[in-house]
């Protein structure tokens, strides 16, 4: 994921190999929708539930936020959930999960779908460089960076 960020210039380096390595990143904030790494990196809808406070909190933090970028399904459903809780959307059934898809929400953000960058969706060439590549350009252009 760092060579990516670096190279569409959301990080200062295309490596992290240590909190103190000197990485920064550039408007960009990365988190996660549960907190804990369940059996088979499957949380259950209890832990999704259980996390969701956090994962509330930090976003309400992010005053200048123009671009989420959802890694998975799961994240992509998760920050689904976080508009619903806030009002800012009633249901989710105009929003499909598909990597590439983007998504003018109504409170002027833009959410963009990506797989998530894991040993099993890279190694299998479900998610390619490239196809990463063009996510994070189309997160630079909506940031309008």
């Known amino acids: 994921m ?14 992290a190999v240590d909190r103190n390595d000197g990485m920064k990143l550039n408007d960009l904030y990365i988190t996660a929708a549960v907190r804990c790494a369940p ?10 539930t259980a996390c969701a406070s956090f994962l509330d909190r930090e976003l309400a933090g992010l005053k200048n936020l123009k671009v989420v970028v959802a ?8 920050y689904l959930n976080y508009l619903k809780r806030r009002g800012v959307i009633d249901s989710k059934k105009s929003y499909v999960f598909k990597h590439g898809a983007s998504y003018s929400m109504p409170d002027g953000k ?3 779908a990506s797989y998530h ?3 099993q ?3 299998t060439g479900k998610l390619t460089r490239e196809m990463f590549v063009e996510v994070f350009q189309a997160a630079a252009g909506f940031a309008d960076r």
Do not use: R, W
């Open 39 to 48: 059996p088979d990196n499957k949380p259950l809808p209890e832990e999704l």
């Open 71 to 78: 890694l998975g399904k799961i994240g992509f459903d998760a």
């Open 121 to 123: 969706n890279t190694q």
């Open 110 to 112: 833009a959410l963009l």
């Open 117 to 119: 960058p894991s040993n």
């Open 2 to 15: 760092y060579p990516v960020l670096y190279e569409t210039g959301f990080a200062s380096q295309p490596t």
